[in-house]
């Protein structure tokens, strides 16, 4: 499925966050959304989990509005891990994961034999199974983080939106998330700030600032270090990581782009 943002416009307590953000992702690609702090990432993802209403502007699947659809119809579309993750559920992690099916159920309805086996793969490819009849609640950060994104899938969308769904997790979770994506690969857009990340999952990113996409392309294309420099402030080298070939962007950590590094 094919998701088309159109020049969209949030205004949050008065002012503008979002100022005519145009984004695509075709059928299967992993589009990641990357910025500094503030730059409105969240913000464009919320109107694509109907979160948030744009002041303008238009969220599309496949040509069609997705204000026009009903929210059961949008969440067999489009599943979502967000920011604002509950952390007071009374739930057992396998109850969580298993509310990923309401869209597909009558009201009051049980779960049959399909619904199991998608809730329990689900489980299975976070590497949380042997969790599932865990309180959610005693869950560490990272490991909800998990069982949010089963829930994710559960819901078999065409359309994945991720809201930074790396953080909390250590760096074998990271890779683990991430190739599970390229591998169950659908429409995607993702917000990230490990940059190194993204490139090497993203097929294209979008760069924004200020509320405005300032750079599209491909990593390599986009992921620069004048745009290092202009767009996040900071010091960087592009070079080929030894291992993949992807864009690998080493940083200087010492000090900021405009401010002299201290021998
Ligand atoms: N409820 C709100 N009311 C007013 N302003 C808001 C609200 N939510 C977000 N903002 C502002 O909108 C702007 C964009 O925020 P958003 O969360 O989309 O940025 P982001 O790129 O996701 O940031 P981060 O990288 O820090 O998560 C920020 O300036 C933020 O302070």
């Given at each position: 499925m094919r998701l088309e943002i159109e020049d969209l416009r949030v205004a949050l307590s008065g002012r503008e966050v979002v100022s005519g953000v145009h984004l695509l992702a075709g059928d299967g690609e992993i589009v990641g959304l990357v910025g500094p702090n503030g730059s409105g990432k969240s913000t464009v993802l919320r109107t694509v989990y109907r979160h948030l209403r744009p002041t303008a502007g238009k969220v599309l699947l496949d040509g069609d509005?997705?204000?026009?659809?009903?929210a059961r119809q949008a969440a067999r579309h489009v599943a979502a891990l967000p920011q604002?993750?509950?952390?007071?559920?009374?739930?057992?992690v396998r109850e969580v994961v298993a509310m990923g099916r309401t869209p597909y159920k009558r009201a009051f309805a049980g779960e049959d034999p399909e619904d199991r086996e998608i809730i329990t793969t689900a489980l299975e490819q976070v590497g949380m199974a042997a969790d599932?009849?865990?309180?959610?609640?005693?869950?560490s950060g990272g490991e909800r983080q998990r069982v949010l994104l089963a829930r994710a899938f559960t819901q078999r969308p065409d359309v994945l939106v991720l809201d930074e769904p790396t953080n909390h997790l250590d760096v074998r979770h990271q890779v683990e998330l991430l190739a599970l994506l390229r591998e169950h690969r659908r429409t995607t857009v993702v917000a990230l700030h490990d940059l190194n990340a993204a490139a090497s999952v993203c097929d294209r990113l979008h760069v924004l600032h200020d509320g405005a996409v300032v750079a599209s392309g491909t990593p390599r294309e986009v992921l620069t270090s004048e745009l290092m420099a202009g767009v996040f402030g900071v010091r960087a080298a592009v070079v080929d990581?030894?291992?993949?070939g992807d864009p690998l962007i080493a940083f200087d950590?010492?000090?900021?782009?405009?401010v002299p590094v201290v021998a």
């Open positions: 509005d997705i204000r026009d659809l009903t604002e993750r509950g952390t007071d559920f009374e739930l057992s599932a009849g865990r309180g959610f609640s005693t869950l990581h030894p291992l993949t950590h010492r000090a900021p782009a405009d």
